[in-house]
């Protein structure tokens, strides 16, 4: 049988349910009660076999734990409440996950290769400013996720999805040629409706300093080119009809700026998304979030790719025509109405690209592809399964993780952000303030699809609310006790764990022991913050454990048993805290 704890019992279980019911093919489950006075782990298989059998589940329960055949791994096996059977293991089943940490190392908990092919796309921001704390909030995410499901046995692809196509970035290039003209004396009214911040001006300055006066023209005329704007307002609350007038306005200073500028409109456009995709791509590095494939938009319309969907969905008459644009019968396939793919004047729209981008990853031989966006972006999710429905795709393989907003809390006072007037907390920012760790670790404290208050002054403080200073500080623990041993560590994997016998300990090897179901559920469920909370567990077991009792004990098979078990935690802490792109400090 398996060495396995509960590989083992189940083992157990199967040759009980062959003598208590002979042919019965049930589902034998086990799991870890959540009070450690119930045992080590828990079956409710008597309750499954009750309806077959036709008997009270309570009496199965006993008939199976007369039928469980011996086993030196198993202290006890007794009937609990309704049906339920509760194992309490010998400790020698529970040390024996020391030598398997330390055996495994860098490799402990993971999972099988499943052969699954896993595309991951998050942030995927429009290259349009700097990266701000919601950004932030959904890189952390959709890194550690990825990792996890790397670590759990997946083929993970890491990808950015680069809008360098469109209307954001005309937006953006256009802000950068009025901020241009501004410092030549050329004042065009700017548009509220524009890129606002002072990286706007700073691309404009790059590209005076390089081209002078190159692409200067005089106000009057780039005006002429555009419908009148409304008024200003100072408390900037415009009426439905104003903000029509404005997205009219700029508008006309694009067509303006293309018109003007001919062919030179290309360079500054491109210099725009150039900048900010670079600045974009070191903001992501410096916080430890890495990209496999950075896929452009733009290339969808290149290859032809966005005519082609939009044929195909034609063909297959998934397309009606209305008023010159060209519409897909979405609210055939779960949405709330038909969406455009082609407006009257040619041009496709960015649901007609992002379909066209879903088919790709389709084509790209992705056996699942998880797209992590933003919460307001929720009603997307049927649109762009019902086209892959009507293409004849799986929809199924695509899973979208919504990702909620961020408030920031200072001294309990909440942190004012305004991405409209450009004045937002940038993610750099807020690295610069409490450090990338406390940045990722905080952002995991809170599932992914609930609001989150970051508390920063909390993830600046070194004190044991802090919850990534706790975890890493047990860590740094371990490093200081082993540092202070004068044996080699490389020993510890034959130690003796028999003096392995306190509360503590035993505790501390069950959970080192959940270990891999942890990754294995949270990978499942796409919950890279119940491997935070585990952590957490983990290096609160560890602190008890340490405050309790002392590791370097006189006794030398003591101390050296109980140095294996700190060492196999902090594999555990290792392991964990790589995964959510935490270091693991040694000195702190």
Same mark, same amino acid.
């Given at each position: 049988m398996s060495s396995d704890p509960k590989i083992h019992l189940a083992q157990l279980l199967g040759a009980a349910l062959a003598s208590v019911a002979p042919g019965c093919d049930a589902d034998i489950r086990l799991e870890r009660p959540r009070d450690p006075a119930h045992g080590d782990f828990a079956s409710n298989l008597a309750m499954q076999l009750a309806r077959v059998l036709k008997d009270n589940p309570r009496k199965i329960a006993e008939r199976l734990v007369r039928e469980l055949p011996v086993s030196p791994l198993v202290l006890k096996a007794e009937v609990a409440g309704a049906g339920f059977i509760n194992f309490q293991l010998a400790p020698a089943a529970k040390t024996g996950v020391i030598r398997a940490a330390l055996a495994d190392g860098d490799d402990f908990g993971k999972g099988r290769p499943s052969g699954r092919k896993v595309q991951v796309e998050f942030v995927s921001a429009n290259p349009t400013g700097p990266l701000h704390v919601g950004h932030g909030r959904g890189a952390a995410y959709g890194a550690s996720l990825a990792s996890l499901l790397a670590f759990a046995g997946d083929q993970v692809c890491r990808e950015y999805y680069v809008n360098d196509a469109g209307r954001q970035m005309d937006i953006l290039g256009v802000s950068t040629w009025l901020r241009y003209l501004d410092l030549f004396g050329e004042r065009v009214p700017f548009p509220p409706n524009a890129y606002q911040g002072d990286y706007v001006r700073d691309m404009a300055a790059q590209i005076r300093d390089a081209h002078g006066d190159r692409y200067a023209h005089p106000a009057v005329a780039v005006l002429a080119c555009a419908p009148a704007a409304p008024a200003r307002r100072e408390d900037g609350a415009y009426t439905p009809d104003e903000k029509e007038r404005f997205e009219q306005h700029l508008d006309g200073l694009i067509a303006a700026a293309k018109d003007l500028l001919g062919e030179e409109w290309i360079y500054l456009h491109q210099h725009a998304l150039t900048e900010q995709l670079a600045d974009c791509r070191e903001d992501l590095e410096g916080y430890g979030v890495h990209f496999d494939c950075w896929f452009s938009e733009r290339s969808l319309y290149d290859t032809g790719m966005v005519a082609r969907v939009v044929a195909e969905l034609e063909r297959r008459g998934h397309i009606y025509v209305q008023d010159g644009a060209k519409w897909?019968?979405?609210?055939?396939?779960?949405?709330? #109405?038909?969406?455009?793919?082609?407006?009257?004047n040619g041009l496709h729209t960015y649901f007609a690209s992002d379909i066209a981008y879903h088919m790709n990853k389709f084509e790209r031989g992705f056996d699942r592809v998880i797209d992590i966006w933003g919460a307001d972006h929720h009603g997307y999710i049927a649109r762009v399964k019902g086209a892959l429905?009507?293409?004849?795709?799986?929809?199924?393989?695509?899973?979208?993780?919504?990702?909620?907003f961020v408030s920031l809390f200072r001294d309990g006072a909440k942190v004012s952000m305004s991405t409209r007037a450009g004045?937002?907390?940038?993610?750099?920012?807020?690295?610069?303030?409490?450090?990338?760790?406390?940045?990722?670790?905080?952002?995991?404290?809170?599932?992914?699809?609930?609001a989150?208050?970051?508390?920063?002054?909390?993830? #600046?403080?070194?004190?044991?609310?802090?919850?990534?200073?706790?975890?890493?500080?047990?860590?740094?623990?371990?490093c200081s006790v082993i540092g202070q041993w004068d044996g080699n560590e490389s020993d510890l994997a034959g130690a003796d764990l028999a003096p392995l016998t306190s509360p503590h300990e035993l505790g501390l090897c069950n959970r080192i022991q959940s270990f891999a179901e942890v990754i294995g559920q949270a990978a499942a469920?796409?919950?890279?913050?119940?491997?935070?909370?585990?952590?957490?567990?983990?290096?609160?077991?560890?602190?008890g454990w340490y405050n309790a009792e002392r590791l370097l004990v006189d006794d030398e098979d003591t101390k050296r048993a109980r140095l294996a078990l700190a060492v196999a935690v902090r594999q555990v802490l290792r392991n964990g805290l790589r995964i959510l792109g935490v270091s693991a400090p040694e000195a702190m």
């Open positions: 897909f019968r979405s609210s055939a396939f779960g949405d709330e #109405k038909d969406r455009v793919v082609q407006r009257d429905r009507a293409l004849d795709l799986d929809a199924d393989r695509m899973e979208v993780a919504l990702v909620q004045s937002y907390v940038t993610l750099r920012e807020l690295r610069d303030e409490v450090g990338n760790d406390a940045c990722r670790f905080f952002y995991l404290l809170r599932k992914q699809d609930q989150l208050d970051f508390d920063l002054t909390l993830a #600046k403080s070194e004190s044991n609310d802090n919850p990534v200073y706790y975890v890493q500080y047990a860590h740094a623990r371990i469920d796409f919950a890279p913050h119940a491997l935070a909370f585990y952590l957490r567990e983990v290096a609160s077991d560890f602190h």
